[in-house]
């Protein structure tokens, strides 16, 4: 494991028993640091800003029946942000894509935001042959 400049070193017996938080290792940073710059915040702020800004920012989430983590969604309409969710049943899941690329065109969507490889392999698919839509993928 990859270790930043920290604090101190602690003992195996106290690391197992509490995991390595005591110094700035990648989980440690990650721990300290997700609240306020992850992924899903950072999703969460710009659609506040761009709503402020008079756009129409629309949340879109997978809602994998395999894995159900709605938890943007749910934060998202508790903040009156727009948010749709795409059922999807699996790691690659065409009628999923097929709906992404319907909604896309059906409301008129100019810019389309992805975070993650499987995400941004959808909106990949989903925009292909579809130049009216900027793709803009992150990695997280």
């Known amino acids: 494991q990859k270790t930043a400049y920290g604090i101190s070193q602690i003992s195996r017996y106290d690391m197992d028993r ?3 938080y005591w110094r700035f290792t990648n989980l440690s940073l990650k721990k300290l640091l997700e609240d306020f710059f992850g ?3 950072v999703i969460i702020q710009l659609s506040k800003e761009l709503l402020a800004s008079n756009y129409d ?3 879109g ?3 994998n029946t395999h894995n159900n983590h ?3 969604a749910e934060e998202a309409k508790n903040l009156n942000l727009n948010v749709m969710l795409f059922t999807c049943n699996g790691p690659f899941d065409l009628k999923t894509i097929m709906t992404l690329r319907n909604y896309i065109k059906t409301n008129n969507i100019k810019i389309l935001h992805s ?3 499987k995400s ?12 009216k839509v900027s793709q803009n993928s992150t990695k997280n």
């Open 115 to 117: 975070h993650n490889y």
């Open 70 to 72: 709605i938890e943007i």
């Open 18 to 20: 509490w995991g390595e």
């Open 39 to 41: 992924a899903e915040n």
């Open 120 to 131: 941004n392999f959808y909106a990949l698919l989903a925009t292909f042959f579809n130049k």
């Open 57 to 59: 920012p629309i949340i």
């Open 61 to 63: 989430v997978f809602n």
